[in-house]
């Protein structure tokens, strides 16, 4: 972009560092992560909400164990959803009480590691886990604490929200027909349980904060109905997390401090309103925080014009390193980095090197018309979902994550080795 600082040679620098240099040092692809943006981000979560809340963010965004340790240092708890990101996090250090443990088809494994391990909360998230997840602490001889996680008949998408009577997925357990005051019965009936509040998650990508005041209002709702039926408030709620970042310059998210503001407000209001005592919130964002943090950067191989078309520009990376446009559809933006150019711009389509079509990084871009084999491409906001959703189709080898900060680039996550890829197949 224009305000990328450039070296003597036009290249373009991160950290002080021309990208031509990290390119020849790490490798391509690779991701290259800012720790202090990173630390940045976390840090206006935490402040947000004047301590008042509780930041947990969404490991599956991007895990590594310098992740976790950052997240610590800087005072935030961490939500895990498999038995392999509560095994990093536990690897990394964070205290178990500060990991939340997530899933809608836990293993009896990941369960029983993580009340003996001690998580601060488990969200169940059906009936049958409820027996699951009580079953097993009562074995460990331990209360576990809880959360229910409902479907409040909310859908959010990136621009709009649709708010329903029922909801057709998997997730949770649906408020309407009683089926979440049922769950609420059957949990508050197990000594093994604390049941510490409701949970809710709407969706991913998500700018109109029109989508959590409804999920507030409802959850508060179950709250209220709580209190008449049971004569117990409970403590927490978790609004989930979902909120946007920009892409491209059409995306237009808002600051940590403005959501906060109006999730607390919200939530006020409507306790005020059922003469609720306000609850401790916590929220659980993962993309917010990672994802404008890191770009990967590619190198130029084959560049074909399609006359009358378009160029399409493949790079040494794509759908392995990054399945959401091929996936979602998801918008990205790309631009020439290692030199500058004057050449005029040329309609491009920036590609990967697997076997399929859908194999595209960034669907429509210009690029300068010179564009040659050997030209490195950066691609910003790739921190979320990108190496935590990387594969290695065609046997590629997922690309490092390298964590830039002072001016030093240091590896967090080495690439992968065709070694790596052999120790597996032990045919
Ligand atoms: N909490 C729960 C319960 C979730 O399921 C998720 C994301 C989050 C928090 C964090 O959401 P975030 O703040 O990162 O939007 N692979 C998709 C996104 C899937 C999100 C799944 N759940 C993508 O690349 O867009």
């Given amino acids: 972009s224009r305000t990328v600082a450039r070296d003597a040679d036009g290249a373009a620098t991160v950290g002080g560092i ?75 250090g964070m205290p178990a009480e500060r990991i939340a443990l997530h899933g ?128 117990t408030e409970l403590p927490e709620i978790d609004l989930g997390g979902g909120l946007g970042i920009a892409y491209t310059s059409e995306d237009d998210p808002r600051e940590p401090h403005e959501i906060a503001k109006s999730l607390s407000d919200i939530v006020t209001r409507e306790c005020a309103a059922a003469g609720l005592a306000v609850p401790r919130i916590s929220v659980e964002p993962g993309r917010a925080i990672v994802g404008p943090t890191a770009f990967t950067l590619y190198e130029v191989g084959t560049v074909k014009e399609l006359s009358g078309l378009r160029t399409y520009v493949s790079v040494d990376g794509g759908m392995s390193d990054n399945i959401r446009t091929a996936l979602y559809d998801a918008e990205y933006t790309v631009a020439l980095v290692s030199r500058t150019s004057t050449a005029g711009p040329m309609l491009s389509r920036v590609v990967g090197k697997h076997c399929e079509s859908g194999d595209i990084v960034v669907r429509d871009a210009f690029l300068p018309a010179d564009l040659a084999t050997g030209d490195l491409l950066a691609v910003p906001a790739t921190g979320a979902y990108c190496r935590s959703m990387a594969s290695n189709y065609n046997h590629a080898l997922r690309p490092p994550v390298v964590a830039v900060k002072d001016g030093e680039a240091r590896v967090i996550m080495r690439r992968e080795t065709e070694e790596d890829l052999l120790r597996l197949d032990v045919g």
């Avoid at 692809?29 to 930041?55: I, K, N, Q, S, T």
């Avoid at 959803?81 to 996090?89: D, F, K, Q, R």
């Fill in 18 to 92: 021309p990208v031509t240099r990290l390119a020849e040092e790490f490798g391509t692809p690779a991701y290259f992560l800012d720790e202090d943006d990173f630390r940045a981000r976390c840090r206006a979560w935490h402040d947000a909400f004047g301590g008042e809340a509780d930041v947990f963010y969404a490991g599956k965004a991007f895990l590594s164990r310098a992740v976790v340790r950052w997240l610590y240092e800087e005072g935030l708890n961490l939500d895990v959803c498999s038995g392999g990101e509560l095994a990093t996090a536990l690897a990394a």
């Fill in 104 to 231: 809608n088809n836990k293993s009896e494994a990941e369960i029983e590691r993580a009340v003996r391990e001690g998580v601060g909360r488990i969200v169940l998230d059906s009936f049958q886990e409820i027996v699951r997840v009580a079953h097993i602490a009562e074995k460990l001889g331990k209360r576990q604490r809880v959360q229910i996680r409902v479907t409040v008949g909310v859908e959010a998408h990136t621009h709009e929200f649709i708010a329903t009577a029922h909801e057709d997925q998997k997730f949770g357990i649906a408020l309407a027909d009683g089926q979440a005051a049922e769950a609420v019965r059957r949990v508050l009936k197990l000594d093994s349980l604390e049941l510490a509040g409701i949970h809710s998650h709407i969706g991913s990508q998500i700018f109109d904060m029109a989508g959590f005041e409804v999920s507030a209002r409802r959850v508060v709702g179950l709250l209220a109905e709580i209190r008449d039926e049971h004569g």
